[in-house]
Every structure is written in C-alpha cells, then in structure tokens.
C-alpha cells in the first residue's frame, strides 16, 4: 500500500503569466491560511537609508516574478509574507512530467514543495549592490534582511507532537510517510536511517555485553589477574626525576580492568562488528529501496529538479556550466593537506601534555594524583581532545566552506556532496588522530633504559604490563560518553530556553492585540484570509523559534556518522561501544524530533532518494573498520603474545601440567634491568635505592645488552601474519554478505516494472485520444 500526502488547496494568485503547458495541474480552491515563506527586515524610517532602499529593490525583484507580498510592521521590525502564484508551480509539475529522472514521482503540489521551489527562487532572485549582484542570502549577511523562514503548519505540527515528537512515544514505531510529508525526503530519510541504524544496534549491543560478561564471569579465576596482584616484582620509574620505582602488584585493580577489555572474546566481537557493518549498510539499502519506491522518488535527480526550477525561477536562465580547473583542484589539495597536518599537529600537541602531566602529577602532594598519576594523565588528555574537537568542529567548518566556495561547483547538490566530504576528513582526522596514537604507538617508540625517547625533555609513556589496550579504552569511553551526552544536553537546551521565550512574547502579544474572532478573517464570499492580527501572531510564533538550516540536518548525519566510526573502527577495545550508541540513539530520535518539530523553525524540505555521499562514507568506514581492528587485536592487544606463550614458551609448551598454561606470563614479558648505573633511570637526587638491585619494565629484551629478542621478532612475525590473515577471512565474509543480501528487493523490482508499464500505457492513450480528436 503506497502512501501519498495531502494535497494542498491553493488560492488561485495573479494570473499574468501563461504555464508551461496548457493543461491546468492544480484546481482553484479557496485560500490557503499560510504563506510559503516569510521575510524579516529591521525598521527602516529614512527612505533613502541604503538598507532601505535595497530592502525595496529585492521586494520589487519578487513582485515582477507575480508573488504576492503581505508587509506588516511590528515593533522594530517588518515582516513580509510571501506567496508565489499557482502558474509558477504548475510549470514545475509539468517540467516534472517531461523530465528524464524526476518524471516517475508524480508529484503532487503539498505546502512542503511549495516552500522547497519559492526557498529556491527567493536565492536565485538578485540585486544590484555596490557594481555586484546579491541574492537573498548575500543580503542577510549584509544586514539588509534579518532572517527568512517558512511557517508550520499547526495541524500538521500538532499530529507529529502527538504521534512523534514526545518522550512517551520512545519505543513506538516512527511515522516516517508523514515526516516525509511535512519535512521532505531528506529529513525523512535521516530518521528513516537513524531507526534503521538503531535497531541493527541491537545485536551487536547484546553480542557486546556477552563478551563483556564472559570476561567477568573469569574475572577472579583469571591467572594474569592473579600474578600481578600477587607479584613482588619492582618495576622501574614510569618517568624522570620525579618518578620511583613501584610494585607491580600496586595495579592490579588496572590489571582487572584490562582483562575486561582485553580477552579472546573481543576477537570473535571484532570480526562480528565488521560483518555487521556491511550487512547493516546492505540491509539499509534493501529498506531504502523500499521507502524511496513507495515515495516514488526512486529515480529522482537533484540536479535535475534544480535545472528545472531554474527554468521555473526565470524561463530565459542559461545553464551553470561544468567547470573544472587543475590549478584551483591542486590548490584545494595542497589546502587540504596543510590542514590536516595542522590537526595532526593538534593530536602531537595532546601526545604531549600526556608526557608533561604524568611526571608532573608523579610529585604532586596528593597521595592520589600521586599513585593514579598515569591514568589521570590519560583522563585529562580525553576531556582535552574533547574540547579539541569541539573547537576544531566550527574551524573545519569555515575551512571546508572556504575550500567549496574555491571550487566553483555548479549546483548545490555537488557543494553539498564536496562540503560533506571535507568536513568528514577533516573531523575524522580531529577525533581519531589522538586514539591513533594511542592504539599502534603508544608504549612501542618509548625505547629502554639508557636509551629512552624523549619529547620536550620528558620520557615518553610507557604500556603498563597487562598491556595498552585499556589506555585506548579509557580514551575512547571519555570521549563518546562526553560527546554524546553534552551534545545532547546542548542541543536540546538551547532551542528550549528560546521556546519559553517565544512564548512570554506571544503572551504579550495576545495582551496588547485582544482577540481575533474567526469571522473577522473571512471575505464576503466566505474564503479564509487571515486578518493581519493573526498572520503577525502566528509569523511571531515562528520568529521566535531556533533558527533552522541546511547545518542542522548535516550535523545531525555527521554526530551519527562519527558515532559509527566509533562504535566499529575500535570496537576491540571497547565491546560497550554499541550498546553506549544504542541507548543514546533511543534518546537522540526523540530528542531531535521535539527539537524539529517543536523548538525550531521548520526545515525547508528537501526532496532525494538516499543519503547522498554518506552512504560512501559508511562503506569507507566499513573498510577501515577491518583494517583498524585487526591492528588492535594484532598489535595492540596481547592477544597475539598470550598465544605465542601459551604454545611455544609456556608451561603447556615444556610439558609442565600441573599449573595453568599462561602461568608466568607477566614475568616473561618484562625484561631485567640492573642498577648499576643510576643516570638511565634519572631518579631524584634525596631517593634512595633501599637496596634495590633491579627492576623490570615491560619488553622482550636482552638483560645484558637491551638487543630485541628471538621471542621479539616471533611475537611481531605472528602480529602482523594474525593483521593479514584477520583481513582476508573478514573481507571475504563483507563480500559474500553484500552478494547475498541485493540491494534492491523484488517486490520492488516488480512494482517499478509494473508502474512503468502502467504509464507507458496512459502516454499511448493519451496520444491516441489527441489523435481521434483532431480527425
């Protein structure tokens, strides 16, 4: 059963201009209560101001293409209702009906495609300013024009509150037909994704809290656990100067934690994740598939429908050409290299506040901050690469924004396409850059005593002995709990706080205005004109909301995006990661649906058939998942040197059974140091030794001479054979998943077959009655 939307009843508006085809689209029915769009200017009095006097020219602009403006002044400002004529949409629907992509939708003429062709034609509508042109948008940012918005439709607004838009509704099916309705494809398609996404979640959350639950349920038993917090070895300094010599046994409850995250079970998780990502985006396509055919929307072409409402906005337009330029493409790539260095810098700059605060927090006062020093260092360092992503976000916006206005591309589906991509990279790189460092760096190019690496004057950070996983779990879990959770608490405050005040202005307003009576909004023949007492209450209403752009949506889709790349790039070394993502993805639907429907001015609808580029994205990340989580299991973990004990140098492998196979292993990962020379170590000048001889530190190293061992060069042979052989299993699993499952589903196929079969039989009759007429 396909859905279609309500068809709006239009005043028939001044008919100076002929349509396109002779054939009315659209029948006369009394007026409308709303208008397609609504302008906001400051109160101008001297008429010969230049804001004033641009502020006329763009109004007379508008007046010429025969849309009708209502003006009325309120306060400090002047608000201008804005309705185009009906011949102006008949010509898009029959451009529609003769176009190569855009003909199968069959459209018919709602508010919301109304409010998507006069949003297009009020930025394609220009003025002279100072010897340049300046459309609509150009003006808001010269003062000229306070802010455009379009008008909700309170009947339409107060079914999505009800059924939607509310807290009570968390767990009820969402009506995505009537999203699509009122908001348009591309908003519907966002949360048609985000429910999809969300309830694939569901599997691998409970996949994730068995692994989590094995771990624990081994938690006591588990014989690493036991030989660090039993171990009387001494380990050497973690840092100069200010650092000592500790117990290993002082981090065992670090220890714990790091079994947790850190056992077989996050392997097979691992693999499941990256199988689940590609049968998750071809699962997603198969729903697309079906949505977008119901929506007949299927075949649609943005660039085609923006060809056609050039056409529709000024019958003599000439086409935007392609335009490509090899120098202005290097310099977008040479600019874009440069940045991304800058935000690898930024990731250096957090690799080094690490390395300063340890040793810093090591002599501190605090018994505490003194014995925890390391993992404070770590926490500290998430919440400031939080606060850099933070800052970074509206730096790479006006950067990417900057590098499309470069390029010149000719229509806004392809800036949008080329803005989506750079943003990406560019937070991308801002958020993983720092977890990078941590995952396959961290504690590898430290090196050993005697011969420590350095940065600033500070000894790099070292793994601790049950391994660096934990430090990636910690960084990883810092930042998504503190994004999600401020963002949200962001997000959803301040449309709020701007809606009470909305409405103590539209209390004042019915104070000061009295009552408007419903009789006194009718003509003579009985059609419903609002009076200018209720058209100010309601654009006041809408005035006073959050102000809504093409921005929002994109940064609804990129906290998502990213979210993914979260919950499957490192997915090993954190198995919470899904269901962290599904229970704020059950908050986030609500909370961004109250936040459109009700605390902000409404979206201008937008009409697709997918994602865009974002689909692209998610196969890309798709990919990088298998890559990064066969490096974290292979590298990072000690999944691979556990094995390499367990059956080659541990007891089981010499033939002793009567102690547990990874009996000892803590100790054959730790190498020997003698204190024969108390400069490698640096210790404080009033420390002394207390008769310590030794102490270890953790590598696979020569005692006598600090050369790699034999063991070394095993344990890297089977990491990087474990990395290769990880890809290749999971790779083919994505591949045979993605053959299995096809994109498009048969009664899709089968309805599209049968449709086109149907209008190719309508054209024939049609052609034949026209003919039989004529004779």
Known sequence: MFFKCKEESFELADQQKEPLSSEPLLRSLPAQRTFDYILVADKVEDETDQKFMRQEAYIDELKKKNITVARIVQEDKVFFGLRAPNTMFEDYQYLLKVSDSCN?????MTQANRIRIVHFILNSTFIDTEGSKSNLNELIAKGVFDTMFCLHEKKEQKKLEKNWARWSALFTKQPVSDVRCYFGEKVALYYLWLGWYTKLLVPAAVLGVIVFLYALAFFNSNPLIKEVCQSNITMCPRCDKACDMWQLSETCTYAKVSHLFDN?????????????????LELWKRHLARHVSEWKVYDWCEEEEELIMEIVNDQNCKPKKFRHSYLRSTLVLILVTVMLMLIIGLANILVVFRVVAAPLMSDSEWEFLKDHANTVAVMLGAVLHYITIQVMTRVNREVSLKLCALEELNSFAARERS???????????TLFSSLFYVAFFLGRINGHPGNYVRLAGFRLEECHPSGCLTDLFIQMAVVMLLKQTLNNIFEFTIPWVQSLISKKVAKRLVRKCGHCYKKACRDEEGRVEPCDICKIREWLRNYNLANSDAFNLFNEFLEMVMQFSFTTIFVAAFPLAPLLALVNNIFEIRLDAIKMVSLERRAVPRKTNDIGVWTKILEVMGVLAVIANALVIGV???FIPRLVYRYIYGPCATGTSSVHCMEGYINDTLTTAYMNNRNEFLLPADRALHNVTQCSFRDYRSEEDYTLTKQFWLVMAMRFAFVVLFQHVVVICKFIAAWFVPNNPIRVKNHRLDDKL???KEELREVKGSRSTEV
């Open 104 to 108: 199968w939708s069959g459209d018919s």
């Open 264 to 280: 077989e079970g996050t392997v097979a998780f691992a693999m499941f994740m990256a199988v689940w990502a590609t049968l998750f």
């Open 419 to 429: 803005f989506t991509v750079k943003m990406f990279t560019f937070q991308f790189f």
């Open 636 to 638: 990072t973990s000690d």
């Open 758 to 760: 149907r209008r190719l």
